[in-house]
T-cell receptor
Framework: GAVVSQHPSWVICKSGTSVKIECRSLDFQATTMFWYRQFPKQSLMLMAT?????????EQGVEKDKFLINHASLTLSTLTVTSAHPEDSSFYIC????????????FGPGTRLTVT | RKEVEQDPGPFNVPEGATVAFNCTYS??????FFWYRQDCRKEPKLLMS???SGNEDGRFTAQLNRASQYISLLIRDSKLSDSATYLC???????????FGGGTRLMVKP
């Protein structure tokens, strides 16, 4: 089946640094990808919709200047957490819908970010 | 009111038991409904889509009641491997964006 990969799977960084997370669709093209964040014992919260060739759409309350999204190609979207703080520590997951299949999405394995 | 609401549980059941989870959604324009399963520290995985006519996949049965905006998941003959968090997921309006419920944690014990 369709596969979405994420890199890195986990990362530890110091406060104030920036971290880039990659999301790739491995055997299909994705004009749209979604970025979610999940805090411990909470559900996934949609952060933004990444659109190939245009700007990302951010959910209310998500700072676009802090969470930079670039959909560089039909198979790659990146999320950069800029000037990371400990409260940004979370599980970041991307997903991509299969073209032609309404609403069915495939999730990446997630990236666990810890900011010290 | 949350867009998708679930009882967080945990539901602690013995092996072989039948367990049912419920979910309500607030957006009447929602058109697609799913149950996902999430294991600890892993990404969600699609368990099954939910159709108006109800659908069954082995030990799992999903039901949708559009009038009441209510979705259910029934698991029969629970296995230890069924222990996970079950997420009720609804598409947002007519697009591809999904809204997740808070999840219901199931623990199946020997």
């Amino acid at each position: 089946g369709a596969v979405v990969s994420q890199h890195p799977s986990w990362v530890i960084c110091k406060s104030g640094t920036s971290v880039k997370i990659e999301c790739r669709s491995l055997d299909f093209q994705a004009t749209t990808m979604f970025w979610y964040r999940q805090f411990p014992k909470q559900s996934l919260m949609l952060m933004a919709t990444s659109n190939e060739g245009s700007k990302a759409t951010y959910e209310q309350g998500v700072e676009k200047d802090k969470f930079l999204i670039n959909h560089a190609s039909l198979t790659l979207s990146t999320l950069t957490v800029t000037s990371a703080h400990p409260e940004d520590s979370s599980f970041y997951i991307c997903s991509a819908p299969l073209l032609g299949l309404t609403y069915e999405q495939y999730f990446g394995p997630g990236t666990r970010l810890t900011v010290t | 009111r949350k867009e998708v609401e679930q009882d967080p549980g945990p539901f602690n059941v013995p092996e072989g038991a039948t367990v049912a989870f419920n979910c309500t959604y607030s957006n009447s324009a929602s058109q697609s409904f799913f149950w996902y399963r999430q294991d600890c520290r892993k990404e969600p995985k699609l368990l099954m889509s939910v159709y108006s006519s109800g659908n069954e996949d082995g030990r799992f049965t999903a039901q949708l009641n559009r009038a009441s905006q209510y979705i259910s998941l029934l698991i029969r003959d629970s296995k230890l491997s069924d222990s996970a968090t079950y997420l009720c997921v609804v598409n947002r309006n007519a697009g591809n964006m999904l809204t997740f419920g808070g999840g219901t944690r199931l623990m199946v014990k020997p």
